[in-house]
Structure formats: C-alpha cells, structure tokens
C-alpha cells in the first residue's frame, strides 16, 4: 500500500443476477484501487419490498489514492452506469449493482451528494455486520462511536451468509 494510499470501505448490494453482477463490479474495481479485504457476503430481505428477489450484500475494504468525490462518482458511479444501474425516484427499487462508499479513511465529510460516514451505517444491518467483520475496532471518525455499539442496536436476522461466493469473490483478488 503507497503511504499516501487512504483505507476506504464500500457497500456491495444487488438483486438482479446478483453473483453475476457483483464479480463484475469487483472485476472493475480492482483496475482503478487496490482490494484489501472483503467481507462475508449475506442474503438479505429487500427493504420495504415483497414482491422482489432477496439481495446479496457485502463490504469491500480498499486502498486508494483517489480523493473521496473522484472515487464516488468518477469510479463507483462509472461501474454502476456500465452495469446498467438504473437510478429511480424509488431508492428501495431493484438494481443490477449498488456501490456506496461508507467511509473515507478517518474523513468525515458533509455535503449535498456525499455524506461521510454513509448513515446507513448506523440503520442497515447488511452493512454494519460486514463492515464490522473487516474492521471490528472501527470507530466512526464523526460520532466517535465505536462500530461494536451501533451493532448492538441491530439484527443479523434475515442475514444468510453465503459463504461459497465469499471465498469465490476473496479468491478473485488473492485474499
């Protein structure tokens, strides 16, 4: 890792052809920033959703040189527009791929299109318990809460580890 490289984690979700659509969003990652860690992937329970398929969600852990903006819209949004992600006024809508950047390093950064740490951290078990298991110490560089306290308000129910596409994404990147 280049010293000047900052640690960043990122939301992996989808529920169209989901393995399909995650392994070529980490394909296209991985040209643009280093893959340092990833998380157990789970099937999940849309939100607010009974008519569609369940979601696989995860947490990527990256190395990058990128500022924050660059990253988020320059690469992330990039990946999700040649995945064919189509961004709807129903933010609990299906998606082919849904990349989100949850924290920058120790940054925290506060404007109209990019919020950081991303809130839905602190709500969305899908996201808090894989982003724990990469970073159990993490504290959240706004709150200065320790991540363990935000899991201890949260439920890993209707959270399916899958644990043979885990080990087949980890092995993608060598890890």
Request: proline share 6%.
């Amino acid at each position: 890792m280049d010293n000047n490289a900052v640690e960043a984690f990122i939301g992996v979700g989808s529920n169209i052809q989901p393995e399909r659509n995650i392994i070529d969003a980490l394909q296209r990652l991985s040209k643009h920033v280093d893959i340092t860690g990833i998380s157990s992937f789970y099937k999940t329970t849309p939100l607010l959703r009974e008519n569609q398929d369940n979601y696989l969600n995860g947490v990527w852990q990256i190395s990058s040189l990128m500022p924050p903006r660059e990253l988020k819209f320059g690469v992330l949004r990039m990946i999700e527009e040649e995945l064919h992600r189509s961004r709807e006024s129903d933010k609990y809508a299906s998606r082919t791929i849904d990349l989100d950047l949850l924290l920058y390093g120790d940054r925290s950064i506060h404007e109209e299109d990019l919020t950081i740490p991303d809130p839905d951290i602190f709500k969305r078990s899908f996201i808090a318990f894989p982003l724990s298991e990469l970073n159990p110490d993490l504290i959240m560089p706004d709150t200065k809460k320790p991540l363990i306290d935000i899991l201890s308000a949260l439920s890993m129910e209707n959270m399916i580890p899958d644990i043979t596409f885990t080990e087949s994404l980890r092995k993608m990147v060598n890890l």
